[in-house]
């Protein structure tokens, strides 16, 4: 049997962002909501609290996990191997290999707090470029749980006190990091390459940052190679 799958969604958004792969995954899987998003919304949003949602996910399958996130969900995945090695079997982490100390978090923490002002306009403007960016069963998923535009000056805060390389470093299992080759993202994939013990590098041609996702078979097959792969390996 496969290694269960957890899947971590991206900022603003929930877990039914990954119902249409999770559809087509052979592997068993979950998709919780991270603090301050979804069911958790209202909750107060911190690493520590992302990480502990993740690993109690993973105590829920059976104790350990192959971890995939997306964006916010990769920075998460990415916190929680290093917190909690023993649950984590195996990381794919898409669309996080910029490192956020870089001059553009100013850039970020600027959207938080336009989002914070009114984050009901917000919250629309995002459902209409969702849907037109994923037409169909994507969009929908990724608006269907809800979005929560007022958590995202705190995730910029958690995200970039961070240090992802360090944590990839002090890893020590399997990491797939997964990019769309026109994911502004993939910036420093390279150094987030060399951090890993073991770790490989895809890029999705055509793809963008969140457009990754408008190909849920091929990403179901990616995640259950993955789960199969890290199945075959001892803990």
């Not at 958790?40 to 104790?63: F, H, K, N, S």
Request: net charge positive; with cysteine; hydrophobic share 45%.
């Amino acid at each position: 049997m496969s290694m269960p799958v957890v899947f971590v969604h991206g900022i603003r958004l929930s877990g039914t962002m990954w119902s249409p792969v999770r559809a087509l995954l052979r592997a068993p899987s979950a998709a919780p909501d991270l603090p301050g998003h979804g069911r958790r919304r209202g909750l107060p949003y911190g690493t520590e609290a992302a990480c502990d949602v993740v690993a109690e996910t993973i105590a829920d399958l059976g104790g350990r996990a192959l971890v995939v996130g997306l964006s916010l969900g990769g920075y998460v995945g990415i916190a929680t191997a290093a917190r909690h090695p023993d649950l984590v079997a195996g990381l794919v982490a898409m669309g996080c290999t910029a490192r956020p100390d870089r001059p553009r978090a100013h850039a970020y923490r600027l959207a938080g707090r336009l989002a914070a002002r009114n984050p009901a306009l917000v919250d629309r403007v995002s459902r209409f470029a969702l849907r037109r960016m994923l037409p169909g069963a994507a969009g929908e998923a990724m608006i269907e749980g809800g979005l929560s535009s007022e958590v995202v000056a705190s995730v910029v805060a958690a995200v970039t006190a961070e240090d992802p390389l360090a944590s990839l470093a002090a890893y020590p299992g399997r990491v797939w990091l997964l990019n769309g080759a026109r994911d502004p993202f993939r910036v420093d994939e390279s150094a987030f390459l060399r951090a890993c013990a073991d770790g490989s590098l895809t890029h999705l041609q055509g793809r963008g940052h969140l457009t990754v996702l408008a190909d849920p078979a091929g990403l179901a097959r990616f995640i259950d190679k993955a789960a199969e792969d890290v199945s075959a390996c001892p803990a």
